[in-house]
Every structure is written in structure tokens, then in C-alpha cells.
């Protein structure tokens, strides 16, 4: 058995990066390149901005990354990349590198999908135990996925109208705070005093979707209704009774799948998983229904290319390869 390097792609969405993985889960670079500073003064991502900046920055990343791995092209087995979900001109840029490197080292190509990725990052902390459950809680998803198997997706909840870390972003910028404000908003609601309190969105006693647009709407009331009386914004118990009502939703709505489909691992991943008030009631919840919990550190929560290669390895050990001809693709299913 002699070592592998897979190197990857990720440039779905605002982040440039590439990681070199050995043998599947042992990262030896992982290179970030985060466009936040650019797309900040427009309050979100910009999608043309994005793609050029993915052009500018792609070949400084790769060569960087290739150069923190200490490996030389020659010992790159097979490259990665992100084909989609996620913004067409950014996934573009990702796309159309690999397949020149592929195709200059005369090398395999595989296309990953974006939400696999997030999950399997967690293969790079720890061993996935079958079956197990996702929940998937970023800027543009919000997810329970059960993994049957290794590499069968069943999405069992969705999101009916915003994203977790949507919602946060939309309620950050409402109280003023610099996007992306998940991380601020999470600051705020723990440095709070006291939590306003604000509806919870369970939909039919049966489901496992989620829905955030009646939540963010009731954050949006409040802060009218005291500009109205000429009453200050209480902006920390705000924060506090929002990320209250998302954090009780998903874990219950997350430990009440897990029972029923009688899991034996729960994974939580994505962008949101950095939360620390989340990260702290799962753990809290899984320990006292002994259900073994898997959380990937903060650089693996959000967009990275290494959970990219941890996905892609289970393609490259059955020898899934794609061709040259592998479209990136904005609405690609899991
Ligand atoms: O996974 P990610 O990097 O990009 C997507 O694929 O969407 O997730 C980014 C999202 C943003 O909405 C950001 O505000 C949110 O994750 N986020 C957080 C925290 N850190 C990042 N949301 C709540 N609390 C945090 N600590
Ligand atoms: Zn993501």
C-alpha cells in the first residue's frame, strides 16, 4: 500500500482554495483564500466579482498549496474539485483549472459534490460510523442527510425558504453588523443578558424541514416596531432569542431523526457548525442519548478544499473517475 495525493479544488462560492491530501484523510496543505474583505461593502457575494477573483488568485493557491504539501506534481495521483452546488461562474474557475492539471499530469479527474464535502470533512477528524446522520448547516443549505451507507445520500429535511447561515447574515445586517454576520450575531447572543423572546417554526408534527423566514421576519418586526416608538434596539437580546430559536429547531428536529432512524453517529458540518452555542447543546444532547458526535474544527467547518479530497477519495478507492468533459453545475443534486 504506498502512499496516494489527491490534491483538490474548491471555488463554489467566495473562497479560493486547494488542499493536498494523503492517503485520504491526512491533510498536508490547505490552502484558504477568503474574498470576505471584497464582497463585505456590498453586503454579500458578488457573483462576477467572485469569479474573477477565483481567476486571479487559482494558480498563486495551487502552487502554494503543492508547495506546503512538500510533494512535487509528479506524486499527485488524482485531482479533485467541487462541481457543484454553488455559484456557475465560481465553480467555472475550479472546474477549468482541474481539468488542465488533470490533463497535464496525466492524472484522474474527479467531480465532487459540495454538501459531500462539508459531510465528509468529517472523515478527516474521525471514522464515520454507518448509518449515520448530517446535519448540514451552512450559508446555502440547511439539511438532515442520512447516510445509509458510505457514499448514499437521503436527504430526509430541507430548508422550505432560508438557509441557516442566511438567515443569521440577513438578521446580522439588520442590526448593522459586518457580513458575514453569523460569527457576530453568535458573539452577541452570548455576551446578552437576557433573550427576547421569538417564534420557533416546527411546520407539521411529522417533518423534518425547517423554515427561517418567519424567524428573521419577527427579528425584523421588533427592530421597526422600537424605531417606531423611538425605543432603542436591543440588539444583544435580539441576537439571543434568535440563535435560541434556530440552536432549539435543528437539534431537536436533528436528535428526533436520529432516533428514528436509529443512527449510530451524528455529524454536524458546514459554515453554521462553527456556532458555539450550537456546537455546545449538540454535544450536550448527544451525550445524554450516547450517541457518538462528530463536530470538524473551525477551518473544516467553513468552505475548504481538504473535505473536498475527503469526498473524493471514496470515488478514487472504487475508481469513480469523471472525463474532461465534466460540467460544473449550479443545481447539482447530492
Ligand atoms: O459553509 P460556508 O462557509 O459557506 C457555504 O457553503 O454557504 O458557510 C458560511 C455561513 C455564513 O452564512 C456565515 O454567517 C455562517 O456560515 N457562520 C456562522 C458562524 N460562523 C460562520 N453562523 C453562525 N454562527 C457562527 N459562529
Ligand atoms: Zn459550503
Same mark, same amino acid.
Given at each position: 500500500n504506498s502512499p496516494y495525493h489527491l490534491l483538490a479544488i474548491e471555488t463554489s462560492c467566495d473562497e479560493t482554495s486547494v488542499a493536498v491530501v494523503r492517503n485520504g484523510t491526512e491533510v498536508l496543505s490547505n490552502v484558504v483564500s477568503s474574498?470576505?474583505?471584497?464582497?463585505r461593502r456590498f453586503g454579500g457575494v458578488v457573483p462576477e466579482i467572485a469569479s474573477r477573483k477565483h481567476v486571479e488568485s487559482i494558480t498563486v493557491i495551487l502552487e502554494e498549496a503543492i508547495a506546503e504539501a512538500g510533494v512535487s506534481p509528479e506524486q499527485i495521483d488524482a485531482v479533485a474539485v467541487t462541481q457543484g452546488p454553488g455559484l456557475v461562474g465560481a465553480l467555472l474557475v475550479g472546474v477549468v483549472a482541474a481539468k488542465s492539471l488533470a490533463l497535464a499530469?496525466?492524472?484522474p479527474l474527479i467531480g465532487t459534490h459540495h454538501i459531500a464535502g462539508h459531510i465528509y470533512a468529517n472523515r478527516l477528524?474521525?471514522?464515520?460510523?454507518?448509518?449515520?446522520?448530517? +446535519?448540514?448547516?451552512?450559508?446555502?443549505?440547511t439539511e438532515l442527510v442520512l447516510l445509509e451507507s458510505e457514499g448514499r445520500f437521503r436527504i430526509v429535511g430541507r430548508t422550505r425558504d432560508d438557509a441557516v447561515g442566511e438567515a443569521y447574515d440577513k438578521v446580522a445586517r439588520a442590526l448593522s453588523l459586518p457580513y458575514p454576520g453569523g460569527p457576530h450575531v453568535d458573539r452577541m447572543a452570548h455576551e446578552a443578558e437576557d433573550a427576547i423572546e421569538l417564534p420557533r417554526a416546527w411546520l407539521e408534527?411529522?417533518?423534518?424541514?425547517?423554515s427561517f423566514s418567519g424567524l428573521k421576519s419577527a427579528v425584523l418586526a421588533e427592530i421597526n416596531r422600537a424605531n417606531m416608538k423611538g425605543e432603542p434596539i436591543r440588539a444583544h437580546a435580539l441576537a439571543r432569542g434568535f440563535q435560541e430559536s434556530v440552536i432549539d429547531v435543528v437539534t431537536v428536529k436533528a436528535m428526533r431523526a436520529a432516533r428514528e432512524y436509529g443512527v449510530r453517529q451524528l455529524l454536524?458540518?458546514?459554515g453554521v457548525?462553527?456556532?458555539?452555542?450550537?456546537?455546545?447543546? +449538540?454535544?450536550?444532547?448527544?451525550e445524554e442519548a450516547g450517541l457518538p458526535l462528530l463536530i470538524p474544527p473551525h477551518s473544516l467547518c467553513t468552505d475548504n478544499a481538504a473535505m473536498i479530497a475527503a469526498a473524493a477519495d471514496l470515488k478514487w478507492r472504487s475508481g469513480e473517475f469523471d472525463t474532461l468533459d465534466l460540467k460544473a453545475e449550479a443545481q447539482l443534486s447530492l
Amino acid at each position: 500500500n504506498s502512499p496516494y495525493h489527491l490534491l483538490a479544488i474548491e471555488t463554489s462560492c467566495d473562497e479560493t482554495s486547494v488542499a493536498v491530501v494523503r492517503n485520504g484523510t491526512e491533510v498536508l496543505s490547505n490552502v484558504v483564500s477568503s474574498q470576505i474583505d471584497t464582497h463585505r461593502r456590498f453586503g454579500g457575494v458578488v457573483p462576477e466579482i467572485a469569479s474573477r477573483k477565483h481567476v486571479e488568485s487559482i494558480t498563486v493557491i495551487l502552487e502554494e498549496a503543492i508547495a506546503e504539501a512538500g510533494v512535487s506534481p509528479e506524486q499527485i495521483d488524482a485531482v479533485a474539485v467541487t462541481q457543484g452546488p454553488g455559484l456557475v461562474g465560481a465553480l467555472l474557475v475550479g472546474v477549468v483549472a482541474a481539468k488542465s492539471l488533470a490533463l497535464a499530469l496525466d492524472v484522474p479527474l474527479i467531480g465532487t459534490h459540495h454538501i459531500a464535502g462539508h459531510i465528509y470533512a468529517n472523515r478527516l477528524i474521525g471514522e464515520i460510523r454507518y448509518p449515520a446522520l448530517a +446535519l448540514v448547516v451552512s450559508g446555502g443549505h440547511t439539511e438532515l442527510v442520512l447516510l445509509e451507507s458510505e457514499g448514499r445520500f437521503r436527504i430526509v429535511g430541507r430548508t422550505r425558504d432560508d438557509a441557516v447561515g442566511e438567515a443569521y447574515d440577513k438578521v446580522a445586517r439588520a442590526l448593522s453588523l459586518p457580513y458575514p454576520g453569523g460569527p457576530h450575531v453568535d458573539r452577541m447572543a452570548h455576551e446578552a443578558e437576557d433573550a427576547i423572546e421569538l417564534p420557533r417554526a416546527w411546520l407539521e408534527p411529522e417533518s423534518y424541514d425547517f423554515s427561517f423566514s418567519g424567524l428573521k421576519s419577527a427579528v425584523l418586526a421588533e427592530i421597526n416596531r422600537a424605531n417606531m416608538k423611538g425605543e432603542p434596539i436591543r440588539a444583544h437580546a435580539l441576537a439571543r432569542g434568535f440563535q435560541e430559536s434556530v440552536i432549539d429547531v435543528v437539534t431537536v428536529k436533528a436528535m428526533r431523526a436520529a432516533r428514528e432512524y436509529g443512527v449510530r453517529q451524528l455529524l454536524l458540518c458546514g459554515g453554521v457548525a462553527a456556532n458555539k452555542g450550537l456546537r455546545a447543546r +449538540l454535544t450536550e444532547l448527544c451525550e445524554e442519548a450516547g450517541l457518538p458526535l462528530l463536530i470538524p474544527p473551525h477551518s473544516l467547518c467553513t468552505d475548504n478544499a481538504a473535505m473536498i479530497a475527503a469526498a473524493a477519495d471514496l470515488k478514487w478507492r472504487s475508481g469513480e473517475f469523471d472525463t474532461l468533459d465534466l460540467k460544473a453545475e449550479a443545481q447539482l443534486s447530492l
